[in-house]
Antibody, heavy 123, light 107 residues
Framework: EVQLLESGGGFVQPGESLRLSCAAR????????VSWVRQAPGKGLEWVSG????????YYADSVKGRFTISRDNSKYTLYLQMNSLTAEDTAIYYC????????????????WGQGALVSVSS | DIQMTQSPSFLSASEGDRITITCRAS??????LNWYQQKPGTAPKLLIF???SLQSGVPSRFSGSGSGTDYTLTISSLQPEDFGTYYC?????????FGQGTRLEIK
């Protein structure tokens, strides 16, 4: 059974940092791209960042570029999101999502999601 | 970035109704369009990928269609458990974007 388990969320003040982790189980982590998607309270879904299967390629939304860093450790089946210079606008539930693209034959999509980790930024 | 615009933002319909949600991209996305359902307090669930492919385990009353910039999600006969918010998402660009969501209420 595929499982994605986020951790590391919490309450921080503006300007502080936080690192999220996502532990993957039930699939071969190293052959799939993965992403972080967030949802502010009462709002819609916002893709934050993605990373290729090898970790060689990373992608970011403009809203977090330069402040957030995505990485992965395939030997530990774990995805990370280092979040620096946090602001109130970063308050959200952060989901990790497994990517799938049918070995390059279909459009990439997110077929499994974690339960989410809450990040709250407030003074 | 590619902007995704869904309509309507809110929809109220009765059990057994056929409903359609529309998603328009700001540029052509070549069927790189996916649909998700989210119920309150839970993670999104994949319904349709590549514009029209039904995800395994999703009931056949859900279907997707479209091309170019315009796509639709159809539920052929609404069931009580179909309430929630529906999102389209494009993966044509490496910068992924979602529509703003359509909240579906069952009367």
């Amino acid at each position: 059974e595929v499982q994605l388990l986020e951790s590391g969320g919490g309450f921080v003040q503006p300007g502080e940092s936080l690192r999220l982790s996502c532990a993957a189980r039930g699939f071969t982590f190293s052959i799939y791209a993965v992403s972080w998607v967030r949802q502010a309270p009462g709002k819609g879904l916002e893709w934050v960042s993605g990373i290729s299967d090898s970790g060689d390629s990373t992608y970011y939304a403009d809203s977090v570029k330069g402040r957030f860093t995505i990485s992965r450790d395939n030997s530990k089946y774990t995805l990370y999101l280092q979040m620096n210079s946090l602001t109130a606008e970063d308050t959200a539930i952060y989901y990790c999502a497994k990517g799938r693209d049918c070995a390059g034959t279909c459009s990439p999509h997110f077929d499994y999601w974690g339960q989410g980790a809450l990040v709250s930024v407030s003074s | 970035d590619i902007q995704m615009t869904q309509s309507p933002s809110f929809l109220s319909a009765s059990e057994g109704d056929r409903i359609t949600i529309t998603c328009r991209a700001s540029q052509t996305i070549s069927n790189d369009l996916n649909w998700y359902q989210q119920k309150p307090g839970t993670a999104p669930k994949l319904l349709i990928f590549a514009a029209s492919s039904l995800q395994s385990g999703v009931p056949s009353r859900f279907s997707g269609s479209g091309s170019g910039t315009d796509y639709t999600l159809t539920i052929s006969s609404l069931q009580p458990e179909d309430f929630g918010t529906y999102y389209c998402q494009q993966s044509y660009s490496t910068v992924i974007t979602f529509g703003q969501g359509t909240r579906l209420e069952i009367k």
